[in-house]
């Protein structure tokens, strides 16, 4: 695309929107501070480094596209290919299982700080802040249930590793001078009817506590709820109503994963009220196909919609956004730039929204007015304010990125 061109359509855009009372170049200001946490585990299938056990603990991936990420190195350059063609600048988020354990076995009640150096000193070489998650699933000792197992030996080898998880977490944001927001997410559920929903649930409960005891200031904890995992089917012990009276009774972010409600279920509609209670969230940005499928990001309604509730909120600083699925049926690093790029392409038209005129239509009553300026806006010229920051930001615009990641697939990933 020509550069002219470019800047032409974006004059037309900002004019238009100025009409609307909106300053284009604010809208990029707030969009430039915009980071995402893109996840690790989308350029290998959620495997990480520990050992070659396959991914259990209810999630799968699907497809045998070719080039994963074999290694350190390789998962890293992947990394950095996917982060150049997303404008912005972003986060990294890391799961426990992707320490640099070298040729060594590192159990998970084990870990420690060190195993994460080399990947803070590459986040710091590379611009990129760190974010991180305890990992419950693909171990010997997974299971149906870590943190709420009855047998105190399992149970208390998930509370050790969590602490050492927050522990790492804390070194990072004390090291990137910025949060480190972990994540905590478990698998424990059950296949069939249980008896003793109760019971897992105040075991559940009790290693929270017991985790969560150790204050910390450069981490800060997120808990992530869902319906089933498969092979889990009948009852999940951290479910919504679980977290949910945790994180308000404790004080602690509610991770909102949108793959893990019910399909009608509206996730944009949680923002406002989870905000009410909880000091922050941190969005699992995905794509549920039928069911917690981790399909990848695209721009639809629903990943439209809870962007524009967050702005809507005036919660920017309160939500932190993440995205989290895994497809190994496509070009891996195609699957977080296309992702990534959709969010952040919501995000911008949640930025654009005329909300001032909005909100007075609403105000006075006029239904017809409000729903006529929010269809209108739909056509608006939003996609040349995206051009425009991709053009800014030095990534290419529009599909031209298609080639970039063809590229790199000829050269390096159809090497592996
Ligand atoms: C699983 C959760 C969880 C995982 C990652 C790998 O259903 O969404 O966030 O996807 O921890
Ligand atoms: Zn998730």
């Not at 208390?156 to 522990?167: A, G, L, P, Q, S």
């Not at 439209?304 to 702005?311: A, T």
Request: charged letters at 25%; proline letters at 3%; aromatic letters at 8%.
């Amino acid at each position: 695309m020509k550069e002219s061109n470019i800047n032409k359509a974006y004059e037309l855009a900002a004019e238009r929107y100025a009409a609307l009372d909106i300053d284009v170049e604010k809208v990029l200001s707030a969009l430039q501070n915009v980071q995402l946490s893109l996840h690790c585990w989308q350029a290998d299938d959620v495997t990480g480094f520990e050992s070659s056990a396959t991914l259990s603990g209810g999630i799968q991936t699907t497809g045998n596209y070719p080039g994963k990420a074999r290694n350190i190195d390789e998962l890293r350059a992947d990394i950095l290919k996917a982060a150049s063609l997303i404008p912005g600048d972003h986060r990294l988020n890391l799961h426990e299982i992707y320490g640099d354990f070298g040729n060594k076995f590192v159990d998970r009640d084990q870990v420690e700080p060190e195993h994460f150096e080399s990947w803070m000193q590459w986040a710091s070489e590379n611009n990129m802040k760190l974010d991180f998650n305890s990992t419950s699933f693909s171990h010997p000792k997974s299971g149906d249930l870590s943190l709420s197992n009855p047998d105190e030996g399992i149970r208390n080898f998930w509370i050790e590793h969590t602490k050492r998880c927050r522990r790492i977490a804390e070194e990072m944001g004390k090291r990137q001078n910025d949060p480190c927001i972990m994540n905590l997410w478990v698998h424990d559920g059950s296949k069939d009817i249980t008896v003793n929903r109760m019971k897992y649930r105040e075991l559940l409960k009790d290693s929270l506590d017991q985790i969560f005891a150790q204050e910390y200031h450069n981490m800060k904890d997120c808990i992530e709820s869902k319906v089933f995992g498969i092979g889990l089917e009948s009852y999940t012990v951290g479910s919504n109503d679980f977290y949910i009276g945790y994180a308000s009774q404790n004080n602690k972010i509610i991770t909102l994963d949108t793959g893990h409600f019910h399909p009608t279920e509206s996730v944009a509609d949680k923002v406002s009220s989870m905000l009410l209670f909880v000091p922050e969230l941190m969005l699992h940005v995905s794509r549920p196909i039928r069911w917690d499928s981790d399909h990848v990001t695209i721009m639809n309604d629903e990943t439209l919609d809870l962007c524009k509730e967050i702005v809507r909120c005036d919660a920017m600083n309160r939500v932190h956004i993440g995205l989290d699925y895994f497809d190994a049926s496509i070009n891996r690093i195609g699957a977080y730039v296309i992702g990534s790029r959709a969010t952040l392409k919501c995000m911008l038209q949640a930025l654009l929204e005329p909300l001032h005129l909005l909100r007075k239509y609403e105000a006075n009553g006029q239904g017809f007015e409000r729903l006529a300026l929010m269809e209108e806006c739909k056509s608006l010229l939003w996609n040349a304010v995206w051009d425009m920051f991709c053009l800014r930001n030095d990534v290419p615009v529009g599909e031209s990125f298609i080639e970039e990641v063809q590229k790199y697939e000829s050269e390096v990933t159809s090497k592996r």
